[in-house]
DNA sequence: GCCAAAGTTGCTCAGATGAGCGATAATATC
DNA sequence: GATATTATCGCTCATCTGAGCAACTTTGGC
């Protein structure tokens, strides 16, 4: 195009966006057929000049959704908008409430629903909305946080989860990570905890959250892991943490005898489960959800327009 | 609007600005009539959901200028988006870029036009092209930059601006302030100055700009003032300075007997002209760009969007 | 300078859309 | 609970707009 031609659809964009004005009458003024005038309009937005937002809390990225369906085969994607976001909480409470619009549209509603705890989770869970479901057990699918934190977190997000859907909550009383092998071994052969394992490892969906792999993370808080365990596990590769146990890139178990230790459903598992739900927020969880999303660690991601850009930038650069 | 209304109206703007469904298909989608899609898009436009914005250098924000226009009296105002700027510098510029467009505009093409100098206007004598009016002559209006200076900035803008109109400059041969006054008055009884302040006088269109009081001003660099003496300055109600003067939010003179040894064209005869433009731009010169409206010292206003916006807020909140 | 290829222009026509208007539903008022 | 009032809805119709096409203009190649 032309430079003058150029000028001429900022001037067009102008009156037709910001005037209100008709082609028509646009044609009148820049003295140019209305047809000339729809031309110039088309080529303002073929050339990117023309950007069009949807400023609200709920707003979706639909275009970015469907690209990152079609480049990573997830069945499903759901991406907020970060228009208009003043803080990082801000996009995360979005990413949560879009998670919990998804839970509460999902169809078949799903019996069983195996959930992971942590501050996404929790968020989500004072998203959903009294009545989202009606009946819905919920199951904690690996073991929760340490009592020297508020108590209750984990359980917390459980409850209210199932509490607001009508439906029962079934707990792991279990803590996260044992210190000897043989401990969390006798835990598991428990009657009690082997059935809240199994009825986890049955459930229909799953809904979790990941954490990033450094000193901020919910089981350094807890008191699981210390920030030098942490620090070797990244220098082992680790990117972050899937229903507590650390992964690579690659989606391999960083560190197998800490994994044995660690109560609740396998990676594995996730992977062969059909519909396995990941709500992951965060400019330090790139790394972490591109893990989740590249080895189908999970059938529906629930994420930000950043994340999601970041997911597709590696897919286009290979 | 109900708030599911709202939330339809989100999810119908996203199908309708980002996947390009027609209302009809969104209603399909969304089991409602096609009139209703209508409506919640337009509501949604009306709660100022959907932001539309011109992303290019030489955009202009069309409803900032009427409203400016509307509640200042101005003539015409020229105000240049500042969507996607990363610096002040590109903001200036486009608003240079924006003075130029006006002034190759400009009907009737004014005979001789009356220019100040500073940064801006040489960003604007550069931005104007080649043959951008057939013969314009081009009086300097105000003493120029000292010689310890980038020699002729001042001369340079206006030798510029008329050699791109294939126009001939008259150079004001004068300091901007004189340290005594009798050596001023006797600078100005000199007939080719005394010839070249008429010509000044006697212009049919006037270009300046203005600078903010403070110690980076243009007639600090150029030696003319000290840094206290613009701290005084400053302490008497100073807001910045046109065409060499400082003025105060009123417009009034606010050193009388500084404003006697300066050189060139009086306020009054600026406020009196039938077609004065004022090009100002950048975070810091909202305050004389409001001296400079709100008190008639100009009837064109090229500026850009924040400094306009300023303005307009002012307007409301008296 | 001539011709082919590519680009641009004005136009027809069908589809998309907003204004306006009765009909209907929801809400407030007594 | 009946009625008045307001809001919402579905629709018609006129207008606006984009796709597609033939005519025309420009450009590049020889």
């Known amino acids: 195009m032309s ?11 102008e009156l037709y966006y910001e005037e209100n ?34 400023v609200h809390p ?3 990225r639909l275009p970015i959704e469907r690209r990152l369906r079609e480049s990573t085969g997830l069945t499903d994607a759901i991406v907020v908008s970060s228009a208009g976001v003043s803080s990082e909480a801000e996009l995360q409470s979005r990413t949560a409430q879009a998670a919990a619009d998804y839970l509460t549209s999902l169809r078949p509603i799903p019996r069983t629903l195996g959930i992971s705890w ?23 699918i690996n073991g929760g946080v340490s ?31 044992f210190e000897r092998l043989e401990t969390k071994q006798a835990m598991e052969a428990d009657r009690t905890v082997a059935g809240v394992l199994a009825l ?18 919910a089981l350094v808080d807890s008191g699981y892991l210390t920030v030098e365990q942490i620090d070797d596990l990244v220098a082992r590769g680790a990117v972050g943490d899937v229903v507590g146990r ?21 990676i594995d598992q996730l992977r062969r489960a059909p519909l396995t739900i990941a709500v992951i927020s965060g400019n330090k969880k790139h790394a972490i959800a591109r893990a989740v999303v590249r080895n189908g660690l999970c059938t529906v991601l629930v994420t930000d327009e950043d994340t999601a ?10």
Chains 1, 2 share one sequence.
């Open 200 to 217: 986890g490892r049955n459930a229909q969906a799953y809904l979790f959250s990941a954490g990033q792999a450094d000193a901020n993370s």
């Open 246 to 266: 650390y992964i690579d890139a690659n989606g391999r178990i960083v560190d197998p005898e800490l994994n044995e230790r660690t109560v609740g459903i396998q």
């Open 3 to 13: 430079d003058t031609d150029e000028l001429l659809s900022i001037r067009a964009a």
């Open 21 to 54: 004005q008709t082609q028509d009458e646009i044609g009148v003024i820049l003295r140019l057929t209305r047809w000339k005038v729809g031309r110039l309009l088309a080529s303002a937005k073929a050339n990117g000049f023309i950007r069009i937002e949807i």
């Open 147 to 177: 009592l020297n934190q508020r108590t209750g977190t984990a359980a917390s997000t459980a409850v209210t989860i199932a509490h607001k859907a009508d439906g029962s909550a079934t707990l792991l009383p279990s803590p996260a990570i």
């Open 118 to 140: 942590g501050r996404t989770l929790h968020d989500v869970s004072l998203h959903l909305k009294e009545g989202w479901a009606p009946g819905v057990n919920v199951v904690q």
């Open 58 to 60: 709920r707003a979706r």
């Open 309 to 318: 850009n970041a997911l597709l930038q590696e897919k286009d650069t290979p």
